[in-house]
């Protein structure tokens, strides 16, 4: 797992935190910044004190982790914005479960929230990303990003 450094961003994971924040770990990639996920982000800090961290699991045509770098680099901002927080961001192993199950390791989250794309072309729910999600015990939230109902032009 390779931790982004981007100027905007700092890796605090493990650090203690003010009573009461919740550290919340946002998995997503090619959804990071879809309407969905920036509203759950946005609902789940106003209800209290959040540190949110987006972690991209790297797709396996991205070996050198370009296009997951671009992704943090997109959506950091649009979720800093989301949430009025600093969000850090973490590019992690190509299997979610490994990517997800190291970033535990790393940092401390009280809660997870998992973004996938449209039931029908989603290989994270097609593998049941979800259901080996809650084997780790955290409260999770899955967001589905809506398919857009529009023709393809000719």
């Given at each position: 797992m390779t931790i982004d450094d981007g100027a905007e961003q700092e890796y605090t994971g493990g650090m203690a935190e003010p009573p009461g924040v919740r550290n919340v770990l946002v998995i997503a990639n090619r959804t990071a910044a879809t309407p969905g996920l920036l509203a759950e982000v946005r609902r789940r800090a106003a209800e209290g004190p959040s540190r949110f961290t987006l972690l991209v699991p790297r797709t396996y045509w991205d070996a050198d982790t370009e296009e997951s770098a671009a992704t943090l680099e997109l959506a950091i901002p649009l979720l800093k914005e989301a949430t009025g927080e600093h969000v850090d961001g973490l590019i992690g192993d190509e299997d979610p479960v490994r990517a997800v199950t190291a970033a535990l390791g790393q940092g401390d989250y009280d809660e997870l929230i998992l973004s996938t794309l449209p039931s029908h072309v989603s290989r994270w729910?097609?593998?049941?990303?979800?259901?080996?999600?809650?084997?780790?015990?955290?409260?999770?939230?899955?967001?589905?990003?809506?398919a857009l109902d529009r023709p393809l032009a000719r």
């Amino acid at each position: 797992m390779t931790i982004d450094d981007g100027a905007e961003q700092e890796y605090t994971g493990g650090m203690a935190e003010p009573p009461g924040v919740r550290n919340v770990l946002v998995i997503a990639n090619r959804t990071a910044a879809t309407p969905g996920l920036l509203a759950e982000v946005r609902r789940r800090a106003a209800e209290g004190p959040s540190r949110f961290t987006l972690l991209v699991p790297r797709t396996y045509w991205d070996a050198d982790t370009e296009e997951s770098a671009a992704t943090l680099e997109l959506a950091i901002p649009l979720l800093k914005e989301a949430t009025g927080e600093h969000v850090d961001g973490l590019i992690g192993d190509e299997d979610p479960v490994r990517a997800v199950t190291a970033a535990l390791g790393q940092g401390d989250y009280d809660e997870l929230i998992l973004s996938t794309l449209p039931s029908h072309v989603s290989r994270w729910l097609h593998m049941d990303l979800p259901t080996r999600l809650q084997r780790f015990g955290l409260p999770l939230t899955v967001v589905t990003a809506q398919a857009l109902d529009r023709p393809l032009a000719r």
